[in-house]
Each structure stands twice: as structure tokens, then as C-alpha cells.
């Protein structure tokens, strides 16, 4: 089994709550991971497993193993129970581990019953710095990262990526709350994977759907919590220029963009007109992954100002700000540096990070000029 990045967080959690909340997509491992912490286990999607819960709740709470509930959000009279079991020995942590497909925003019984008594902690699918075998860099940006997607067996892509959305439009997105046709939720699929790297712009997607811009940011939030999709908000400061308000939306998993991009080969991805801007999500994904896993505390921003003056990531991280050119290429030019310093000072960025896929990196203590896994390397710990 291949070791997560976030086990050691999770533990430190079980230090301090006496529950912890782990959240991400469907598939992304959540359950393999869970289950090899050892404990007693509940799939609450189950009929069964929820009634074997209930009959045996006294028992399982009273004892001192570790309890799994997965799928936690579809088992909402789980939580005011989760509540008085926990308030009645406050001084007792790492007691429960609470497993969802959702976002705590849509999964509305964490943040009203369990406030103050846990911590929400997300698994996203497999990370660079996870995968071991040859040509990770390659496979895990053609094929995402869910494990069963093809970064492990190269035969399920892209074959499980249609399989996975037409079962979350089909079914769980409306049970979650997004109550809209598969078929509109599939051309909305393809739409984001069509916009992905550019602005948010939802009066024009909601024109070609023929539906109202309030109505395809309600859907959009859906998608966000379940984490599809990421908006990345655009960063605002005083300086004298006019700047672009508007985040951007990228596909949080590149395997599923290239999926409805219909990109089933290295040769038809770099053949591709998005290749660049799945290239740029792909690493924004990535680093932002990474830091998340780590416990480590940020924003993260993209910047473009009205003439054309932009970064690819801003990171406000140890109380610096970190500015990023993403580059596909393996030989940046010196203007592409001036351009990204030129940019970082009208911010004051403290730090500037060209990041490509060179082999040979420079660093010093403002600047980086590296490819991903020097980069992810440089901000462990």
C-alpha cells in the first residue's frame, strides 16, 4: 500500500480532538487509508452497518479502539449522537475518525453539532511526492491521481474517469443537494474542463445551458465541495493599475480534465490547445496539495492586471509572498524570468519561483528557478 502524506498529520490531530473529520472526493483512498489505522469500521451508507451502529453504540463508544464512520453525511442523525458521546468525556481524544464525501460546508451537521470538538483535515488523490515508480511525473499529470484512474494501471484511463462522472452526476451530486438533470451536469462537465485555467465567468456559462448565472454558481459550489473543481480568487492590492477581479477555475484532478477533454496519450495531450493551462493546474494542484498535507497555513491567489500583467499563483506562506510562473517547458528564457520579477516587484513579493521542468535549478534565498519536484522538495517540513 502506498504510504499518504497526511498520516502523520492526522495523528497529531488525534492528539488534540477527540475526533478528526476527513474529507476529500470519491475514491481518492479515504477508506484504504482509514482502515489500515486499525479500529472498528462502519460503512454508514450501508442499511446494515448503520443498524449494527445503533445497536451497538454503547459498546463500540465505551471501548478504547478507534472508530471509523464512513460516509459520515449520509447518516445525519449520527451527529447530535457523535456530540453527547463526546461532551460526556471531553478529556478523551482521538476517539472517532469521520470519513465524507463533501466539503464541511456542504456537510452542514459537522460545523452545527460538532464545532470545537474535531478537526476537518483533507485526502486528496495520490501526490508526486507518493508515487515512487518510473515516470510519475508523466503518468500522474495524464492520468490524476485517484488510485484506480490508471496511475496504477495504466488500462483504467480514461475508461474509470467517465465511469466516476457520470456516477456523480447520475447520483451523487443529487444527493447532495444539486438537483439537476445528468445531461446538464454533464455539459456543465465539459464546459468547466473547456474553461479550465481561464476566468470564471458564469452569465456566459449559464448562457450556453440556458440557465440563470445564479443558478450555475450554485451548481459551482457543489462542484467545490465536491472537490471537482477549484476556484482560485484573484488577489487584490493598492498599486496603479486596474486589476482582474474574477478567480479562475481549474479541475482540482488532471485525469478527469482530460478525460472530457477526450486526451487519452501523452501525444494527444501535447497536441493539445490546453495543454499549457492543464500543465499550470496540474502543479497549482500539486503545491497546494502539499502544503495542505503538511498542516502548513496559506492563501493562495492567482494576479492579472488589466494590461496583461500576470502571475500563475501567488502564495501568502510564513508571512511572505511567493510569486510563480509556471512553465511547461524544460528551457525558460531569460525574458520569462525578467517578466515574473518584473510582476513579483509590483506586488512586493518576497519570493519568485519560475517554475519548469529544468533539470539543472537555481536557487537562492529570493529566487527559484526549478521544475516540481525540487520545488515540493524545498518546502517540506
Known amino acids: 500500500m502506498i504510504s499518504r502524506k497526511i498520516a502523520q498529520l492526522v495523528q497529531a490531530r488525534f492528539k488534540k480532538y477527540p475526533a478528526v473529520v476527513l474529507v476529500g472526493p470519491r475514491q481518492c483512498g479515504k ?7 486499525g479500529g472498528l469500521y462502519f460503512d454508514l451508507e450501508q442499511g446494515t452497518e448503520r443498524l449494527k451502529l445503533d445497536a451497538s453504540w454503547d459498546e463500540v463508544v465505551a471501548g478504547d479502539s478507534l472508530v471509523v464512520l464512513d460516509e459520515a453525511q449520509s447518516y445525519p442523525e ?3 449522537r457523535l456530540r453527547g458521546t463526546i461532551d460526556r468525556d471531553r478529556n478523551r481524544n482521538g476517539r472517532f475518525l469521520l470519513l465524507g464525501s463533501i466539503s464541511p460546508a456542504l456537510m452542514t451537521q459537522v460545523s452545527e453539532s460538532l464545532a470545537g470538538r474535531l478537526s476537518v483535515l483533507e485526502l486528496t488523490p495520490f501526490l508526486f511526492s507518493e508515487i515512487q515508480h518510473d515516470n510519475r511525473l508523466k503518468k ?5 491521481g485517484y488510485p484506480d484512474g490508471g496511475i496504477l494501471l495504466d488500462e483504467q484511463f480514461p475508461a474509470w474517469q467517465q465511469d466516476y462522472l457520470n456516477l456523480l452526476a447520475q447520483r451523487d451530486l443529487p444527493n447532495w443537494g444539486m438537483v439537476v438533470r445528468p445531461q446538464i451536469t454533464d455539459r456543465l462537465f465539459r464546459m468547466l474542463a473547456a474553461t479550465h485555467g481561464q476566468e470564471w465567468n458564469a452569465s456566459r456559462i449559464g448562457s450556453s445551458l440556458g440557465l440563470a448565472y445564479h443558478t450555475v454558481n450554485r451548481y459551482l459550489d457543489y462542484l467545490e465541495g465536491a472537490f471537482l473543481i477549484r476556484l482560485l480568487p484573484a488577489y487584490h492590492t493598492n498599486i496603479r493599475k486596474r486589476l482582474i477581479k474574477r478567480a479562475k477555475v481549474y479541475w482540482r484532478d488532471s485525469g478527469l480534465l482530460h478525460s472530457l477533454l477526450n486526451l487519452q496519450n501523452s501525444d494527444s495531450l501535447f497536441g493539445h490547445p490546453s495543454v499549457g493551462a492543464s500543465w499550470e493546474g496540474f502543479v497549482i494542484s500539486q ?3 502539499e502544503l495542505q498535507s503538511s498542516g502548513r497555513s496559506f492563501n493562495a491567489y492567482h494576479f492579472r492586471t488589466s494590461d496583461q500583467k500576470e502571475l500563475d499563483l501567488l502564495l501568502e506562506i ?4 511567493w510569486a510563480f510562473e509556471i512553465k511547461l517547458t524544460s528551457s525558460p528564457s531569460l525574458k520569462d524570468l525578467e517578466r515574473l520579477n518584473q510582476v513579483a516587484s509590483l506586488i512586493g513579493a518576497q ?3 519560475l517554475l519548469c521542468n529544468s533539470t539543472d535549478p537555481i536557487c537562492n534565498s529570493s529566487q527559484m528557478i526549478c521544475n516540481l519536484d525540487t520545488f515540493l522538495n524545498s518546502i517540506q517540513g
Open 78 to 80: 449520527l451527529f447530535p
Open 318 to 321: 510564513d508571512s511572505q509572498l
Open 31 to 37: 477508506t484504504t487509508f482509514a482502515t489500515s489505522l
Open 287 to 289: 503545491i497546494l496539495s
Open 140 to 144: 500522474l499529470w495524464l492520468y490524476g
Open 351 to 353: 519570493r519568485r519561483v
